[in-house]
């Protein structure tokens, strides 16, 4: 068994696009006027397998596939903001990264804005939980809207590139991620380490990893970084859109519970704005061309 975290990788935050909620959405008892909710993007560099993504935020998919009714109706209630400059082919680009040069991509759930630009990686392998591809796929078209989930979206030879987290080898997690205790090893070397986060969606890919520090990449699982500070989940509207809100609830206090601890790794939600303002916008990564 490989030690974990033995093995460092580069890791940049990205940020491809944004949506905007009431801030109240996030945080209950938070403000009623809408703030950004930023779709964040990890992109990790191992020095031995190459180029990684956590999630692909929006992309130009994202519009096509919101086109027609009924799934136009989810384009209406979160207004997409996507400067062309934000895709993320274009930040890859601007850093010497083609497309094909992305070995895996580390799908944390399958809500569309999480994995709109999957189309755009022909070559890459992606690990993702197999209890939330077998639920959002079973649902007919406006069950599949309800959960966030535009199958247009999803490129045609998925299955074949696609690993389930649950058949990787569980490994035991050094004691600084307590209370988090076992992850799965997703590439078989101790360097990048999945935990289940359900509740969001039926299950969720959080990855741990170390670059400069240990980060934790955790989707949707809390919404902003001060949801943890100040122990406020999200709204009860958003409740209902959640799987499931118990699952929910447990997941956010063992993150609350690690992010409080002695030696917190740092915890990055997916859309939290405070997150890419204080840590976004860096390039560690960058490829000669
Ligand atoms: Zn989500």
Redesign the pocket.
């Known amino acids: 068994m490989h030690p974990p975290f033995a093995i460092r990788v580069k890791f940049d935050l990205l940020k491809v696009g944004h949506c905007q909620h009431p801030e109240c959405a996030a945080l209950r008892g938070g403000g009623r006027r809408a703030i950004d909710f930023p779709a964040l993007v990890g992109l990790i560099e191992h020095p031995q397998r190459g180029l990684m993504l956590y999630d692909t935020g929006y992309s130009r998919h994202f519009n096509e596939a919101t086109r027609r009714f009924p799934e136009c109706l989810y384009r209406m209630i979160t207004p997409v903001t996507l400067p062309p400059e934000e895709e993320l082919l274009a930040q890859l680009e601007s850093r010497g990264i083609r497309a094909s040069d992305i070995e895996t991509i580390f799908i944390s759930?399958f809500?569309a804005?999480?994995v709109a630009g999957l189309r755009d990686f022909r070559r890459a392998k992606f690990i993702a939980t197999r209890a939330e591809r077998a639920l959002c796929e079973k649902k007919g078209r406006l069950g599949r809207l309800r959960r966030?989930y535009l199958r247009e979206l999803m490129p045609e030879d998925l299955e074949q590139r696609l690993q389930y987290a649950e058949t990787l080898p569980q490994v035991p997690l050094p004691d600084a991620w307590r209370p988090f205790e076992a992850a799965h090893d997703l590439l078989g070397d101790g360097s990048m380490l999945g935990v289940d986060l359900p509740g969001?969606?039926a299950s969720q890919l959080g990855v741990a990893f170390h670059a400069d520090e240990p980060v934790f990449l955790i989707?949707?699982a809390c919404w902003k970084i001060e949801g943890l500070i100040r122990d406020k989940t999200p709204s009860r509207l958003a409740y209902a859109l959640f799987d499931n809100g118990a699952a929910y609830d447990a997941t956010f206090a063992k993150l609350r519970a690690l992010h409080l601890s002695a030696a917190a790794p740092l915890i990055i939600p997916s859309h939290c704005l405070t997150t890419w303002r204080e840590r976004g916008g860096s390039r560690r990564i960058q490829r000669d061309r």
Request: net charge negative; no cysteine.
């Open positions: 759930h809500h804005d999480h966030a969001h969606a989707g949707d």
